[in-house]
Each structure stands twice: as structure tokens, then as C-alpha cells.
């Protein structure tokens, strides 16, 4: 090819991705300002679902507009849950504690198996084909910058934890090392062992929980157009 | 029903975090103003922290959450490039890598670990209790980075919620928790003492070692609020929107209702039961969440599946062409990339 032709080439790549550029500014600039977290079907890939009109079953009544089941089922386990506590304080403490003691010894291999289960699936989904699968189709541009992305999916998720344990969990973990590490308290391979043990509760896994239960509700939000719900989730399996 | 399981682990995710936070905020207020740190005072804090979190609900979103986030971690960066600065500046960074490194060689055992063969029982109060407090979280958090998210691949949102913020965290925990691990082995100060003693006062223990703590504290304790009233108010959309049913614009009594439900259940929390009673709301409620997110894979999977078979037949052409149009043309190509005019090379004596 002659060295002109490649120029042409180039500039015409060049120019599409300009434009490609040009189009994500303008979609964050063009942001409709939305209140609630409801997203707009644009799509309506099952019709029988874009049919409905989001909270169609709904009670409106002074001043609420609520979706019954799901309002008075949480709001009247909650009520007996406070009720309970409050009546009995003193047994309250107890119960908590057998409970907290029966999950963890039956079901912590569960927690353990199920968040490796999160990381490796979240790093095929990047890795694989599927990764170029874009939320909202293959045109759909971003609707806030990468850094305000970025401010405030750090700040839902984990703001409030980094300050309270940033210095309690290493210095606990320096004072009783994980029994993994075999290492003696209050040393030099502690604080490794501390840093590397709050490392791993702060890491991957947390975040491989949220980016997997993060996309998966994206998805069938934007491109199914189902509710942006768990429900919703299990569509293409229950139906 | 399983909205009713988001809704429930929310406000008890919520709870567990505004108990954890409120006794940090009384902490440091105690070491500022000398007030008191009893449970009586957490609960007024807790009814503070509410009231902010409530006006920020009703500002919705972009008033509320975006601006708050956005304010929060320029703080969040101030105040560790000052620990940085001020703090032992090489022993972090080095601290820092010699860390990331034990962790990436460590992590398959580590991950994997359950304390099959030994009769200790430290996994429980660490591990297990921060899986169960992420699972819990992650219907909310999930839901709202997922509100946000439109327009970027999968690849493009797994890795930025997977890479960058473990990054992040990762040096936030060497600068704060390194210095902290550094004051203790060089025996500049007994942090370990005072984490022991009560463990909301970490923060403002270590601060002392440096100069200008009172300003630091005052930083901290704003941040531990702001950071609180993000988190509370992206929890308080998704639990409004789930209780009225996906509707765009619920009415605002409904949101402040719910905003204050979780100052409420944080307070009686605290009331009847400490932070065990958080621990265990946090735990219990993420148990049933890990199966749904398990199957969640599945049902993922087959999606993803059919959306790829999706691309192939309809979109894949039409980006193809978008992008690389002019190149084809220049090799006298077609957008289906076979020679342009079939036709005139088949019969030449037509020209």
C-alpha cells in the first residue's frame, strides 16, 4: 500500500474514534438528572414483561405509593425483629450469639467456597468472550465520567469500613497473627501477616462480590429491560 | 419474596455500618470535646447522622449521592496524603509492596482456608463475618454501581470494580494500617492497647503520634459521617425502590420513612445487643444471599450466551462497518469484507 493510502487510512481511523469520543462527552454532558434508581426500558426484549408498567399493583395512599407485598412483609419483619430485641435485652445477647456461632461453624465453608466461586467467575466473565458485551448494547455510552464512577461506587461500597478498620484490623491481626501464617505476635512477619490478612478481606473478593451481583442486575436492567431487581435475575432460568 | 430478602439485608447492612460508624464518630468526639461515649450519646448521634442522611435522600441522586462521593474521596485523598507526608513515608510504600506480594503468594491458601484441621476458632470473628457483611451489602451496593454502569463492557466493569478499588484499598490499609503496625514495632506508641480497650478509638489513637491531631480528628470524624450518609442514602434509593415497586419518582414521605427505619433499627441494635447483634443480622442475612448469588452465575452465564449469539447475528456487522469501513474500502473491500463488485471481475467483457 502507498504511503498516501495509509495516511487516508488513518485519518480516517483517527477521525472515528474523534467521534467515538465526541459521542461519550456528549452522553454525560446530555445525562437526563434522575431521582430514583429506575431505569428507563429501552429495550423490550421479553414483550410480555414491557407490557407492564412498573408499579402497576401499587397502593397509593397518604402520601405512599408502595408495592404491598414487598413493603408489608419487610416492614412487619422488621417491626417483630425490633420488637423482639427490646423485649427481651437480656436473652437478646445470648440468641444472637448461638446463632452467630451455628452459622459460622455449619455454613462458613459455604461463605469461603462461594466468594472463591465470585472471583473466578467475575475474571472468566472479563477474560472471556463475553467481556466485550457492553451494558446497554453496543451503542450505549457511559453516563458519568470514569472518575465520578469510580468516587462513587468506592464510597457506596466500602467508605465507612476503610475508616473504621484501616488501623483497628491490621493492629489486631499484628497482636494475634492468623493461626494460618504460624507466626509469633508483635513482630516484623506479623505485620506482614496482618497487612497481607486485611489485604485479603478489603481485596478482590469483597469487590469480585459486588462487580459480579453489580453486573448481573445491570444487565438485565439495561439490556433485557426487566426491573432492575433480583427478580429479575433469575428470569432467563425461572421465567 | 426476594425483594423482601433485599430490602431486609439492606437496612440490617446499613444498621451494622451506622452502629460501627456512630461508635467511631463518639470515639473521636470524646478525644476532641470530651463528651460522653455512652450509649445514650451514640443514639443521639445516631439521630444526627439520620437527619443528614435524610436531607440528602430527598435531594436525590445527583444532588445527593454524586456530589457527596465526589467530596468524600477528595477528602479521603487529603487525609492520607497527609498521614503519607507525615506518617513514615518509605516504611509505607514498602510496606505497600512487600504486602501486595504476600498477599497475590498467599492468596490461593489463604482464600481456601477453613480451619479443617485445627480447633481455633479465629476464622469466625474475621473472615467468615466480613464474607457474610459483603454478601449482605451487595444487593444494594450492587444495585446502585449497577444504576450507574450503563454504557461500559463487562470487562471494562468487572475490572474497574474488581482491580482498582482492591488497589486502592490495599494502599489505604499500608498507609494507615502500616503506620499504625510501624508505631507499634518501633515502640513509638501502644496502639494495640488502645484498639484493645475500644476499638472505635483506632483512628484517633494513632493520629496523637502526629502533629496537628486535633484537625486530623475533626477530618476523620467528618469523613467517617459523610462517608456514612453516602452509603445510608444509596441504601435508602434502593430500598424505596424496591418498595414502590420500580416506580421513576416515589413520593418523598415514603423515602424519609425509610431513611429514618434504618437510624431506628441501628439504634435498637445498639440498645439490645452491641455489635454482636449487628454481627449476626450481617451474617445471617448474607447466608441466604450466597446461594442466590451462586445460581445468579448460572443464570448469568446462559444470558451472556444467548447475548453473544445476539451480537453475531445482528450488531457485529454494523460496528464492524463503523469502525473499520474506510479500511476495507482502501483495499477495494466490501463491509462484509469480499471484493466490492463481484460482478465486474466475473465478466470482464462487459467493459
Redesign the interface.
Known amino acids: 500500500m502507498a504511503d498516501e493510502d495509509l495516511t487516508e487510512v488513518t485519518e480516517a481511523y483517527e477521525d472515528w474514534e474523534a467521534e467515538e469520543r465526541r459521542r461519550r462527552r456528549e452522553a454525560i454532558y446530555d445525562r437526563r438528572p434522575f431521582e430514583g434508581l429506575q431505569v428507563d426500558p429501552e429495550i423490550d426484549f421479553y414483550p410480555e414483561v414491557a407490557d407492564r408498567e412498573p408499579g402497576d399493583t401499587n397502593m397509593v395512599k397518604w402520601g405512599f405509593d408502595i408495592h404491598p407485598q414487598v413493603t408489608f412483609w419487610s416492614a412487619g419483619i422488621l417491626v417483630v425483629f425490633v420488637a423482639w430485641t427490646l423485649i427481651f435485652q437480656d436473652t437478646a445477647g445470648e440468641v444472637f450469639n448461638e446463632v452467630l456461632s451455628f452459622v459460622g461453624n455449619s455454613f462458613g465453608w459455604l461463605y469461603i467456597l462461594a466468594a472463591n466461586v465470585f472471583v473466578v467467575v467475575g475474571f472468566f466473565f472479563a477474560f472471556s468472550r463475553y467481556g466485550k458485551i457492553r451494558i446497554g448494547g453496543p451503542e450505549a455510552q457511559p453516563e458519568f465520567t470514569t472518575a465520578a464512577w469510580y468516587a462513587m461506587l468506592i464510597s457506596a461500597g466500602m467508605g465507612i469500613g476503610l475508616m473504621f478498620w484501616s488501623v483497628a484490623e491490621p493492629i489486631f491481626h499484628l497482636a494475634g497473627p492468623p493461626p494460618l501464617f504460624g507466626v509469633e505476635p508483635m513482630t516484623g512477619d506479623a505485620g506482614e501477616a496482618a497487612l497481607a490478612t486485611t489485604f485479603f478481606h478489603w481485596g478482590l473478593h469483597p469487590w469480585g462480590i459486588y462487580a459480579l451481583v453489580s453486573l448481573a442486575l445491570a444487565f438485565f436492567a439495561y439490556n433485557r429491560g426487566l426491573p432492575l431487581t433480583f427478580r429479575s435475575v433469575f428470569y432467563p432460568i425461572l421465567g | 419474596?426476594?425483594?423482601?430478602?433485599?430490602?431486609?439485608a439492606t437496612?440490617f447492612g446499613l444498621a451494622t455500618?451506622l452502629g460501627?460508624?456512630v461508635g467511631?464518630a463518639a470515639a473521636g468526639l470524646n478525644f476532641l470535646f470530651g463528651t460522653p461515649t455512652g450509649t445514650g450519646f451514640q443514639v443521639l448521634l445516631i439521630a444526627i447522622i439520620t437527619g443528614l442522611a435524610t436531607m440528602s435522600v430527598v435531594a436525590?441522586?445527583?444532588a445527593g449521592?454524586?456530589r457527596?462521593?465526589?467530596i468524600?474521596?477528595n477528602l479521603?485523598v487529603i487525609f492520607m496524603l497527609f498521614i503519607i507526608v507525615v506518617g513514615p513515608t518509605l516504611f509505607i510504600f514498602s510496606?505497600f509492596t512487600?504486602?501486595?506480594g504476600?498477599?497475590l503468594s498467599?492468596?490461593p491458601?489463604?482464600?481456601?482456608?477453613?480451619?479443617a484441621f485445627?480447633d481455633?476458632?479465629?476464622?469466625?470473628g474475621?473472615?467468615?463475618?466480613?464474607?457474610?457483611w459483603?454478601?449482605s451489602?451487595?444487593?444494594f451496593?450492587?444495585?446502585?454501581?449497577?444504576?450507574?454502569?450503563?454504557?461500559?463492557?463487562?470487562?471494562e466493569?468487572?475490572?474497574?470494580?474488581?482491580a482498582?478499588?482492591?488497589l486502592?484499598?490495599?494502599l489505604?490499609?499500608?498507609?494507615?494500617?502500616?503506620t499504625?503496625?510501624n508505631l507499634?514495632?518501633e515502640g513509638v506508641r501502644d496502639?494495640?492497647t488502645a484498639?484493645?480497650d475500644n476499638?472505635?478509638t483506632?483512628?484517633f489513637?494513632?493520629l496523637q503520634a502526629f502533629p496537628l491531631t486535633q484537625l486530623t480528628s475533626l477530618l476523620?470524624i467528618i469523613?467517617?459521617v459523610s462517608?456514612?450518609v453516602?452509603?445510608s442514602d444509596?441504601g435508602s434509593?434502593?430500598v424505596?425502590?424496591?418498595?414502590?415497586?420500580?416506580?421513576?419518582?416515589?413520593?418523598k414521605?415514603?423515602r424519609v420513612?425509610w431513611a429514618i427505619?434504618e437510624g431506628?433499627?441501628a439504634a435498637?441494635?445498639l440498645?439490645?445487643?452491641?455489635l454482636?447483634?449487628l454481627?449476626?443480622a450481617a451474617?445471617?442475612t448474607?447466608?441466604p444471599f450466597?446461594v442466590?448469588?451462586?445460581?445468579?452465575?448460572?443464570?448469568?452465564y446462559?444470558?451472556?450466551h444467548?447475548?453473544?449469539d445476539l451480537?453475531e447475528s445482528h450488531?457485529d456487522a454494523?460496528?464492524f462497518r463503523?469502525?473499520h469501513g474506510?479500511?476495507l474500502a482502501?483495499h477495494g473491500l466490501g463491509d462484509d469484507g469480499h471484493p466490492l463488485e463481484p460482478a465486474d471481475t466475473a465478466n470482464p467483457s462487459e467493459e
Open positions: 419474596m426476594i425483594d423482601v430478602l433485599t430490602v431486609l437496612l455500618s460501627l460508624g467511631q436525590g441522586l445527583d449521592v454524586k457527596l462521593s465526589q468524600n474521596i479521603a510496606v512487600q504486602g501486595l504476600e498477599y498467599v492468596l491458601q489463604l482464600s481456601f482456608w477453613n480451619e485445627s481455633t476458632t479465629w476464622q469466625q474475621w473472615t467468615i463475618f466480613y464474607w457474610g459483603w454478601i451489602w451487595s444487593p451496593v450492587g444495585m446502585f454501581i449497577a444504576r450507574i454502569s450503563k454504557g461500559r463492557s463487562v470487562r466493569l468487572i475490572l474497574g470494580v474488581m482498582f478499588p482492591t486502592l484499598s490495599a489505604w490499609m499500608s498507609v494507615f494500617g502500616g499504625a503496625i507499634q514495632l496502639v494495640a484498639v484493645n476499638v472505635a483506632a483512628l489513637d494513632m476523620g469523613l467517617v462517608f456514612f453516602t452509603s444509596s434509593l434502593v424505596d425502590h424496591l418498595t414502590s415497586g420500580g416506580k421513576l419518582d416515589s413520593p414521605p415514603q420513612f427505619m431506628l433499627i435498637v441494635l440498645i439490645g445487643g452491641g454482636t447483634a454481627q449476626t451474617i445471617t448474607g447466608l450466597a442466590v448469588l451462586l445460581v445468579m452465575c448460572g443464570s448469568l446462559v444470558a451472556f444467548e447475548e453473544l451480537l450488531y454494523a460496528l463503523s469502525r474506510a479500511l482502501h
